[in-house]
Every structure is written in C-alpha cells, then in structure tokens.
C-alpha cells in the first residue's frame, strides 16, 4: 500500500482519492477473506 501511494500517486499517474479507494478496497479484500463475519459497505464502493 505504501509502496503505491509513493510510486503511483505522489507521481500524479494517480490521484489521492484514488489511492484512498484503492487502500479501502484492499482493506475490504482482505477482511472478505479472513473474517468469516465481514460484509463490504456498499456506499464506500
């Protein structure tokens, strides 16, 4: 994540909202698959 946020956003190929999404749906990825009880919110997609 933090990686992409140096490389890609703070190059301009990305926008800061974009990164932020992009940081959420990872999020929401990764507790999809390890938190049995996890339901995405629909309004952040």
Not at 3 to 12: A, C, P, Q
Not at 14 to 37: P, T, W
């Amino acid at each position: 994540m933090a990686l992409f946020g140096e490389h890609y956003v703070k190059s301009g190929l990305f926008s800061k909202e974009d990164g932020a999404l992009f940081s959420d749906l990872v999020i929401m990825r990764d507790n999809a698959d390890y938190n049995c009880f996890f339901e995405a919110d629909k309004e952040k997609l």
